[in-house]
């Protein structure tokens, strides 16, 4: 047996570029499952953590405006843990630039530290009992914008500003996630949380002694929608606003689908990642294997066993798998403390929870050395079932089988090349089919993980076209606290710069369809206002439904509340108790969030009143005035958001700047993929062609022509292998989407003509890149000994 | 100072040629201090035991591997240093292989595993000097030109190899146990096929063997024992292929 075990280490030591590849595969797949698992995992218990260290509620209730001593009443709730009453009131930042930050204020106690939903100090100090002008700012905002603890914060409050000190930077577990409403998506130093004094914000806005936010914990064991109704009793008389439970709370409801969607990264991606290094595992080592026959002969002949035969193959399969493994975990951990620790800082998540998970690590071994062991045991096996003499037997014929013309030939044979540097190529492709299968399998594989990527980004960029120029076609825009009537509009629209100013309503409002429910904005708008643009999927035009009286809904609000075109559902505001009916005229696909849409008229019946009233503007305007306009509309009374869209672009694409730089890691680890799968693949192609290609080099081809066969040969098979490669990704993007779509936005799985093309060349590059070790190896044959290999 | 005597009629000169291999720590000597002239026309069998040197010797005389030291002259090229894309123009133009295994190109049909040797030598000259069909003809595989390997012979195969080896119209035709793999029948066709070249072309032939037997259709026999060239017999009367048993 030592002698195998020797003969086991002097194979891998012949062959180390092909083992090394094959152990390289096994790292790669372990390597993004481990990285991937436990990032995933870490991230989990990270949020999990700042949820339980930094109490965040279990559910708040909005209010118009209740008394602070209500307080006390809601703390006495049976099921009750602890509650905090807040003030909590979205104004401005005057930063003097082009950017209009929202600036939500929330009054925090100062005589101690919140019961629910407190704040970590990361920098600086918690708030001064006797301290005025104190703001603790939000950490986002502050890695944003730079701003740090002494630095003074101006508030645009109208025409009037109120300039506050920055004493500490504070992470929470309410803002993690840091937007202000549920479905929105995250900017960069657009939106800022500053934590005052109770007291202070009362008196900033002229409210003292009311809150008009209650946030909750609940008892442990404790029957939550009890609790809820409890609260909402007391809170009744003060008019209720909303109801959110955590698993709705705008951050946590974000931080969720990214965790959900990270799951489904973590389960989905390395398992295909696993599933292509196992099966190209497979197919080399089979190869490989198979390629030892004569040995395994030798070895039966001279006295071993069949046992000890196959536990020799076995052996070589454990090596690779278990290097492999051993180095995937290794690096794997070192990956996913690095992605975990990116997520946890992109997302605001103030800790980091980092373990080892033994399950993770069981789990990749085992499928990886499972791959390894069938994939040398099977070729083993039926090697070491034939009779020795068989086995060794040196058959000159073997390597002949599989010579035909091939249809295509026999179809085209005219039009084809005449010449044998193609004609060979092409009929090695319809020779050994199981050999074409699996190197256009190879080929396919490699390329899945790129395509995926590739598909991402299109799809990202597609749908931020959809949102930014075709659906949103306004310039700047701006929300007001209070309605206001058509006299606003027209002062707007005579303003310099003003092109078009179009009036809308944003109601908040609880949608209703038989058991399903929905909390959010119904949009009214003028039927011929032109500043959102309507993709209808189903029914009629929504110029035509918004006349007719019926609300557009999007295609995700429609898919939540189980409704189509013709059903109706029921709408409640908090500005009138009677639920009011709407019938479903249309479908638009809206890319993000769960709007719905009805007409101005309409909405009269939502908000109770007889005359048209609005709450926000949307203004095109001259580029050159874009920010003058912005000004003048924040200064109107009661402005809350100004936004202008060129604004809000560059603040996405920012944000997208981490997306990009973590799926750019992904896709420099398809290609690395797609590196050594070809490798492998051609390797193997070469190797079972030794005396055919010596034979050819003897009797006087150039080295350059046998280079340019292979490659053609190759590029056959790519012919195969690309089109499969990108129909099996953009399939898997999918499948990777449909599981991401919630509805807060629906992605769809788009690549651009100009990503194929791309694609396909960086595909061809990678393939002439790993045709080289093997060519080298063509123009390295020692043609004495390939003439008479056996094969 | 040159201690070979040559002709206008020496195809190949072998001068003091030393042939080292390294495996692993040890350095073994294929080939020692050989000295060789073969003439033109003749039909040379190498005989000697395994491992005696005769394969290298073959190798480098058909420029598949290159000496240690010394000259190795063909058709008066020296092709001792020739690098490797000048040794591939010389296999491509003056010889021609015939190999214990066939190693005929799987996917092509008898005819174009000659075709394809002939537009090897198209693309050097310019045309081709032979027609496939003829060359088939001749080695006495009249029917079978589009038949593939696998539906070939052993004994078919092997005549189709020495078709191949012929459609270069090479000086010298190598062959390294050309019947090694094949039975005493088919053995003697191949033989037959080469002798039939050798005599109507006046193709130089070299055929290393271990069968002893095969000498006796040679014009001289080398014998080679521990790298050097132990005696070379002449045959004044050599016998055809179909005279000899084996």
Known sequence: MRILLLKTWRDLLARKGQFGALILLVMLGILSFVSFRTSYNDLTASVERANSELKLADFTVGVVSAPKGEIASVARLPGVRAVEGRLIVDTGLDVGTNKQPVARIIGVPVDHRPRVNDLLVEKGRYLSADGRGEVLLHAKYANDTGAKVGDTITLRMGEERRRLKVVGIVASAEYMYAIRSKGDLPTKGEFAVLFVPQRDAEELFGRQGTISDVAVLIDSGANLDRVVDRVEDVLEPYRIVDTVKRADQPSSFALNEEIRQNRVMAVALPALILAISTSSLFIALSRLVSSQRGQVGLAKALGYSDGQVLLHYLLFSLIIGGAGSLLGIGLGDLASRGIAQQYVQLLGVPYMAHRFYPDVVGIAVILSLAACVVAGLAPAWRSSRMAPAEAMRADPNVALAGGRRPLVERLLGRALPKSFTFRIPLRNVFRARRRTAYTILGIAFALVLTVATRSSFDSIDVLIDQVFTKGERWDVMAAYEQPFGGERLATVRRWRGVHLAQGALMLPAELRADSAKHEGLVTAMDPRATFHGFKIVEGPEAREVLEHGDVVLSVGLARKLGIGVGGTLSAKTPYRDERVKLRVGSISDEALGAPAYVSLKRSRDLLGTSAVRYNAIYANVDPRLADDVKDELFDLPGAIQVNVKTGMLSSLLQMMEFAYFYEGLLYGFGWAMAFVVIYTTFTSNVLERTREIATMRTIGESNARLALMVTIENLLLALAGIPLGIWLGIRMTEALYASFSSEAYSLKATILPLSVLWLVVATLVVLLLSEVPPIRRIFRLDLAEATKVME | ?246
Request: charged share 25%; proline share 4%.
């Open chain 2, 1 to 246: 100072m040159s201690k070979v005597t040559t002709t206008e009629r020496s195809l190949v000169v072998l001068e003091d040629v030393v042939k080292t291999y390294r495996m692993g720590e040890v350095e073994v000597t294929a080939l020692n201090h050989t000295d060789l002239v073969l003439d033109r026309g003749e039909f040379v069998v190498i005989l000697g035991p395994s491992g005696s040197g005769k394969t290298t010797l073959l190798n480098l005389i058909g420029g598949i591997d290159s000496p240690s030291e010394g000259h190795v002259v063909v058709d008066g090229e020296d092709i001792s240093r020739y690098g490797q894309r000048e040794l591939t123009l010389f296999r491509r133009r003056k010889v021609g292989f015939v190999f214990q295994f066939f190693n005929l190109i799987p996917t092509l049909t008898a005819r174009e595993n000659v075709d394809f040797a002939l537009e090897l030598t198209r693309r050097h000259d310019g045309h081709a000097k032979r027609d496939s069909s003829e060359l088939l003809s001749k080695v006495g595989l009249g029917e079978r030109f589009d038949h593939f390997p696998y539906q070939l012979s052993g004994g078919e195969q092997q005549r189709v190899a020495v078709a191949r080896a012929l459609a270069k119209d090479p000086a010298l035709i190598l062959g390294d146990e050309p019947t090694g793999n094949l039975d005493f029948r088919t053995g003697k066709l191949v033989l037959s096929a080469l002798h039939e070249v050798h005599v109507t072309a006046g193709t130089t032939i070299v055929v290393v063997t271990h069968n002893q037997p095969l000498a006796q259709i040679a014009d001289r026999v080398l014998h080679i024992r521990e790298g050097r060239i132990a005696s070379i017999e002449v045959n004044e009367h050599p016998l055809e292929p179909e005279q000899i048993e084996w």
